[in-house]
Nanobody, 126 residues
């Protein structure tokens, strides 16, 4: 069982920045694919960003490319989502997800991930 815990959400004005953190348990964290998803009120959960093992390749939704950056620190079992130039439409609950081996092929879909955090609220005001 992998425990996933997000932190770092909050309220910020448009144009501001936030950094979300996600810690996942397990000695094999470095071998997990890790992803961030978000769910605005009344809408479906959507892909935001992911980072693949072992290549470290990163993937982003078109809506956040150039503004968000996903990274990981395997020594700390932590993945980060740096969010810059935030917009009101980025307001959502943000979820971190872990995909331990055997790894899913479609890194940008919810179904590839086995473990999820409880979510952290990000609110961007105009």
């Amino acid at each position: 069982q992998v425990q996933v815990v997000e932190s770092g959400g909050g309220q910020v004005q448009a144009g501001g920045s936030l950094r979300l953190s996600c810690t996942a348990s397990g000695r094999a964290f470095s071998t997990y694919n890790m992803g961030w998803f978000r769910q605005p009120v009344g809408k479906e959960r959507e892909f935001v960003a992911a980072i693949r093992w072992p290549s470290g390749s990163t993937y982003y939704a078109d809506s956040v490319k150039g503004r968000f950056t996903i990274s990981r620190d395997n020594a700390k079992n932590t993945v980060y989502l740096q969010m810059n130039n935030l917009k009101p439409e980025d307001t959502a609950v943000y979820y971190c997800a872990a995909d331990p081996p055997p790894l899913g092929q479609t890194i940008a879909t919810m179904f590839s991930y086995d473990y999820w955090g409880q979510g952290t609220q990000v609110t961007v005001s105009s």
